[in-house]
Structures are given as structure tokens and as C-alpha cells.
């Protein structure tokens, strides 16, 4: 037995008779005590975030469609995330496109998440040539319409939004 499982065994029995319990509380309700169905109820629900690159269909091969830029610092930055760069400096923020200062355009999405909170970062982003999920994609709080502007300015770098 590795090193691992040795370590892990007693957490890993545990998360067995876990799932095991959670199981058979919701297959079977009528014949799980109260206090086994509040315990069940307390787990709630878990939701999974984006995953790097998740909102990826296709892209050029080897590694034409991206390219590594700096994210300015004060944000946090989830995967598919769209981005606009800013003019002075060439960095690269969320977009936002009531800015003036070139972040109102798309520029490029974000491959994995960024925690720019403490200084600029180095991230990897789609910029060119490349098919997305737009359903995975990240407009901020971007209307509509704007989002819609943004798609265009997407597919101007031959990024298609499907």
C-alpha cells in the first residue's frame, strides 16, 4: 500500500461511509432516522466552479491561439473570463466597456484564474483563432447589448463565440 493511502486510509473510510449514508438517506428516506435526514440536509449542496480552459472548443494548433500577458492588480479573475487591454501600458483587465481607456474592447480570454489582488500578474489568455463556449464565458456585469458588441470585437480576432 503506498504512502498515500496509508496516510489517508481513515479519511478515506470516512468519505466512504459518507457517501454511503448520503446514498442511502435519499434512496431511501422512509427508513433513515430524523436525525440522520438533518445531517444529510445540513450537507446542502456544493456547486463546482470553471475550470481552466473549460470554455474551450477548439484552438489553433500548438499554442498560436494564446499568449501570455499581465493582468493589472485589484482583481480576481475567474476562468473565461473576457478581457479588455488597456491602451497605456498594454495590460489587461476585465472588460469594461463603459472604461475609456481600451478595456471597452475585447481583447482576449482568460484561460485559468487569476488572483491579481496583491500586484500585476502573468496569465495566459485566448487571443486569436479559437472556438468558445459562450455559455462558460465571463462578461462581468457587461448588459446584453454589450456583451453582444463584445462578441463582434471576439470574432474580429478570429475568436467565433458559439
Not at 49 to 70: D, K, L, Y
Request: hydrophobic share 45%; glycine share 14%; charged share 20%.
Amino acid at each position: 500500500m503506498n504512502t498515500f493511502l496509508k496516510s489517508n486510509k481513515r479519511s478515506l473510510i470516512q468519505a466512504a461511509a459518507l457517501f454511503a449514508l448520503v446514498g442511502a438517506a435519499l434512496a431511501f428516506p422512509q427508513y433513515v432516522s430524523a436525525e440522520v435526514l438533518g445531517a444529510v440536509a445540513l450537507l446542502g449542496s456544493i456547486t463546482e466552479g470553471r475550470h481552466a480552459g473549460e470554455f474551450i472548443m477548439s484552438e489553433a494548433n500548438g499554442q498560436r491561439s494564446r499568449e501570455n500577458v499581465t493582468i493589472v492588480s485589484g482583481q480576481v479573475l475567474g476562468p473565461g473570463q473576457v478581457l479588455g487591454k488597456i491602451s497605456s501600458g498594454g495590460k489587461y483587465t476585465a472588460i469594461n466597456q463603459g472604461a475609456g481607456d481600451g478595456s471597452e474592447t475585447a481583447a482576449g480570454i482568460l484561460i485559468g484564474a487569476c488572483d491579481a489582488s496583491g500586484g500585476d500578474v502573468e496569465a495566459a489568455i485566448i487571443a486569436r483563432d479559437a472556438e468558445v463556449n459562450g455559455n462558460c464565458l465571463d462578461w462581468g456585469a457587461e448588459s446584453d447589448l454589450e456583451i453582444d458588441a463584445g462578441i463582434v470585437e471576439l470574432e474580429a480576432l478570429d475568436i467565433q463565440v458559439r
